[in-house]
């Protein structure tokens, strides 16, 4: 396609933002829809967000995608917040509303729709290690999923609290911190047990401490780790029965859900996850 044929820009803005595979994923994708759009990843510095987002504004992009630091320091730069949003205090979509842009965080989502593909998440009892970004969104999401209960492990214990109070006050389901000191042992009857750390991220030998002998056969185990996505947690899962699922299936859902936000069209998330695999070489 030429530049003369590009009919809308999306963008995301981060710092600092090196080879970014989600442009990857949406380029093709948008090719393999028959769309003349363009994702741009643009290095934003903290200082020059507003100007950023006034520039998106100016320029008629359709939307973007935010990334660290700047998915809570958006926030005042758009008319208004979904729902799930505002409850995670985060944002890392962003899409165009008359003479604004509304926030949106779909990175729960992605994950909420990867986990459906294997199980419905209604009534089931979550045990989730980590309350850093990724695990407000995911945790929101269940919540609002209508999981029975999620129990936060984490080691510091300020997100770790926070996190489950926004849980039980905030989003009406039950929830608890579990501090992480040592090894942790999953209870018995937990249905879901998710890695929502950065632990796994470009290290395939990083282990969670986590006891293995703890998982049932019964669990459902999912990382986000998507670099590499097979991670020592998900092969301990496995090895103990477990179903399992990798970061790359949030990474592309969350993808489809921008796609789908941005250009009302449904993409192809098979197109979208072959190109990740080819971008991160698996
Ligand atoms: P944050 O920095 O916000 O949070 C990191 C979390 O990991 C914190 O809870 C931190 O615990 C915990 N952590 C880090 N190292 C350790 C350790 N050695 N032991 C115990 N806990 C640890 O990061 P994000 O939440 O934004 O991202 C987390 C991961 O998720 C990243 O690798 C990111 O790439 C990935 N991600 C994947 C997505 C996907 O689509 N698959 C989407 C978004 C993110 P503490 O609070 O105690 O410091």
């Not at 710092?15 to 090719?31: H, I, K, L, T, Y």
């Not at 643009?42 to 006034?54: F, I, K, Q, R």
């Not at 249905?191 to 293995?212: E, Q």
Request: negative net charge.
């Amino acid at each position: 396609m030429s530049n003369e044929s590009i009919q809308e820009i999306v963008c995301c803005m981060g710092q600092p933002v090196a080879g970014n595979p989600s442009q990857f994923m949406m380029e093709r994708a948008f090719a393999a829809a028959g769309l003349d759009w363009r994702y741009l990843t643009l290095e934003v510095s903290p200082d020059n967000l507003a100007a950023a987002v006034a520039g998106m504004k100016a320029m008629g992009f359709r939307g973007g995608n935010f990334t660290i630091p700047h998915k809570v320091a958006v926030i005042p730069h758009l008319k208004r917040l979904s729902e799930a949003a505002e409850l995670m205090g985060a944002v890392n979509c962003i899409y165009r509303e008359g003479d604004g842009f509304v926030g949106e965080n779909t990175d729960g989502k992605g994950f909420v729709s990867a986990l459906k593909e294997v199980v419905e998440p209604e009534g089931k009892k979550v045990v989730m290690f980590g309350a850093g970004g990724a695990a407000r969104a995911i945790a929101v999401e269940l919540g609002l999923s209508k999981v029975a209960s999620v129990d936060v492990v984490n080691r510091d214990a300020g997100r770790g609290r926070d996190l489950s109070n926004l849980l039980s006050q905030r989003v009406g389901i039950e929830s608890k911190w579990i501090p992480w000191n040592g090894t942790h042992q999953l209870a018995e009857d937990a249905d879901i047990v998710i890695n929502a750390t950065s632990i796994g991220m470009c290290d395939s030998t990083a282990k969670l401490p986590v006891d293995p002998d703890s998982f049932r056969d019964s669990m459902i185990v999912a990382d986000v780790i998507f670099n590499p996505p097979w991670t020592q947690f998900l092969q301990e899962a496995q090895d103990a029965g477990c179903r399992t699922i990798d970061g790359l299936g949030m990474l592309v859902n969350q993808g489809v859900i921008g796609f789908k936000i941005w250009t009302d069209v449904d993409p192809d998330p098979g197109v979208m996850r072959e190109a990740l695999e080819e971008y991160l070489q698996i």
